[in-house]
């Protein structure tokens, strides 16, 4: 996916990044008038049940009836009574704008004026988004860390043993091909029988599914030196530690920086899905919750901050790429 | 204890065997690329079957190999329901739709350069997100059947399929463009001649990665709501009965059908791009 996404930023950069804009934001605007649109036939169901209770005329008018037409025809019989779509308390398909109210209400809202929040308490409150969003977080960075420092040090080892490549490598291939999510609720359970609960668990899953990558990409990276470069250290007499710390790590920084960028947002999604499990706060057991008490704004919410997170930490591995090889003198 | 040290004294040996492999003459050989992660692997499982047994783990936290294999081979009609229904039903048909419509929207997006503007840029970043996220709404409005689960694979696939595919349509370089120019060759011609066989390694790059997301869809989706069948329904009412052999089960069936999954996408990329560098012996 890496060097896909690379070569298509590449074909990009032919314009200056402010024309790339006006085509984006066309894009987005479509998007969410496409949204208001699906919400009316989404909706159209529970809207007619209660413009039926307020006593307004509504074809056909048994429940039953409408249950079992389709959205559409019932939109086009009933163009008049529509005008609760965007606005109902429990709906199928919230408007961009309730999502947005949602948002506000369960982050801003709730930490300054909520009974819980930040500023009658002084710690965050446990039904905001912050607070959620915050375990999450802390979730997705020890996993990433914890993944990101296995993966390299896995790979300086597949480097430099040829019967770890041998017989390491093909399994780790292979592991890639397997949906390591399924196991996230059987570790979670496992860790938490042997008395370990809490942050550690979802971190395992999210170190689980950041590993893979570092050691992929770590390994083509610390191999890139080219035949030159290895036979200058090789003249120098060079010893393998020093070969690593003044070549191969240099070399591999790049390549380090592009499966760090895969490796995040893995990170988030293994924390987000270990949260399903254990209901102790965190964006996916918001989402779940949403999901049992019929509560779609809320999901939505929860997956708007769960996207916003992904976009910040992917440009903040991003921002620290582009310093770094400056600084190297790698830049491209 | 005897286990333990059975269980070390049998890794040194498997150690030894790979590290005479890997510096014998044979090393290079098809067969001692085959024979190592094998011994390794074997290796692994040997080791987990001992220590297991030689440290009393309790079956609820870590079942032996040959307790996982044992209900694996009493469970095979249950599984096999499980498999038809997450695998065949639920991730197969949205891998099939939404890899096609993203390959359609990608030509689209190849044809009006305003649109490539504008949706590229929306496809990266929407390939980055936890698009599993939006399983609980998908769930909500499909039910609870393998249609919800087929729609949450359809949205996963989209976004990085859409864009392997913009990027390969756009890999052919001036020279051969102008060729086609001039042969007068019109749109559709170029398309089917040129730029569709030159973006399929992209496609078939794209489709590896999907096929592993498809599975991954599929099952966590069914954490969210499920008849009573399906693989991710087996992990979390198997773990739920602290049957963890069941579980393990249900693991190696959606690791199997991972694996075959990308080896069969693999060995259909090897056919239709034979021509291909990075297929060459």
């Known amino acids: 996916m890496t060097d896909a996404t690379v070569a298509t930023q590449g074909a990009m950069r032919r314009w200056p990044r402010w024309l790339s804009l006006p085509p984006v934001l066309a894009m987005v605007l479509a998007l969410i008038a496409i949204w208001y649109v699906a919400a009316v036939p989404m909706n159209v169901h529970e809207v007619l049940t209660r413009a039926e209770r307020a006593g307004i005329a509504v074809s056909p008018d048994s429940a039953v009836l409408r249950r079992d037409m389709s959205a559409l025809a019932l939109v086009a019989r009933n163009p008049g009574t529509l005008g609760e779509s965007w606005s109902l308390d429990r709906p199928r398909l919230p408007a961009p704008h309730q999502v947005l109210v949602e948002l506000y209400d369960s982050t801003i809202v709730e930490e300054v004026t909520g009974r819980r929040g930040i500023v009658r308490t002084g710690s965050l409150s446990n039904r905001s988004l912050v607070y959620h969003g915050w375990v999450t977080l802390n979730a997705t960075f020890v996993g990433f860390l914890i993944g990101t420092a296995l993966g390299v040090v896995l790979a300086v080892g597949i480097v430099h043993s040829r019967v770890m490549d041998l017989s390491v490598m093909p399994w780790a291939i292979v592991s890639q091909t397997i949906p390591i999510v399924a196991l996230a609720p059987m570790i979670i359970v496992v860790l938490y029988s042997i008395g370990i609960q809490g942050l550690l668990p979802k971190a395992v899953i999210s170190a689980y599914l950041s590993f893979f990558p570092v050691v992929v990409g770590m390994v083509k990276g610390l191999r890139s030196p080219g035949a030159m470069q290895m036979d200058l250290m090789r003249t120098y007499n060079a010893p393998a530690s020093t070969v690593l710390w003044k070549l191969r790590l240099p070399a591999s920084v790049p390549y380090l920086f592009a499966s760090l960028k895969i490796g995040i947002a893995a990170s988030l999604v293994g924390a987000i899905v270990g949260e399903l499990p254990v209901q102790q706060g965190g964006l996916g057991a918001r989402m779940l919750a949403g999901s049992y008490y019929g509560q779609t704004a809320q999901i939505w919410a929860a997956l708007i901050l769960a996207a916003a997170l992904a976009a910040l930490l992917v440009w903040a591995v991003g921002w620290l790429e582009r310093r770094t090889l400056a600084r190297m003198g790698m830049a491209a | ?281």
């Open chain 2, 1 to 281: 204890m005897s286990y333990v040290v059975f269980a070390f004294v049998l890794w040194a040996i498997g150690f030894a065997i790979n590290l005479q492999l890997a510096g014998g003459p044979a090393q290079r050989s098809a067969a001692a690329r085959l024979a190592i992660p094998l011994i390794f692997g074997a290796t692994l499982l040997a080791m987990w079957e001992l220590l297991v047994r030689g440290l009393e783990v309790p079956t609820v936290i870590l079942p032996p190999p040959s307790q996982i294999g044992a209900t694996f081979a009493a469970n095979t009609s249950i599984l096999w329901g499980d498999f038809v229904q997450t695998i065949l039903k639920g991730a197969l048909s949205g891998y099939l739709m939404g890899c096609a419509a993203a390959v359609l929207v990608a030509l689209l997006v190849d044809r009006y350069d305003y649109l490539r503007r504008g949706l590229l840029p929306l496809g990266n970043f929407m390939a980055a997100l936890p698009i599993v996220g939006t399983a609980p709404i998908l769930v909500m409005w499909f039910g609870f059947g393998w249609q919800s689960k087929a729609a949450v694979v359809v949205l996963m696939v989209f976004f990085p399929m859409l864009v392997n595919t913009v990027a390969g349509l756009s890999d052919t370089s001036a020279m051969q463009r102008d060729l086609m120019r001039t042969y007068a060759a019109s749109w559709p011609q170029t398309l089917l001649k040129l730029r569709l066989p030159a973006a399929l390694p992209f496609i078939f790059n794209g489709l590896k990665i999907c096929s592993t997301l498809a599975l991954i869809g599929a099952i966590v989706a069914e954490f969210f709501g499920s008849p009573t069948q399906g693989l991710g329904f087996r992990i979390s009412t198997s773990i739920g009965q602290l049957n963890l052999g069941m579980v393990w089960s249900a693991i190696v069936v959606s690791a199997l059908a991972g694996t075959a999954f990308y080896g069969l996408v693999a060995l259909l990329e090897r056919r239709a791009t034979f021509w291909h560098a990075s297929q060459r012996k």
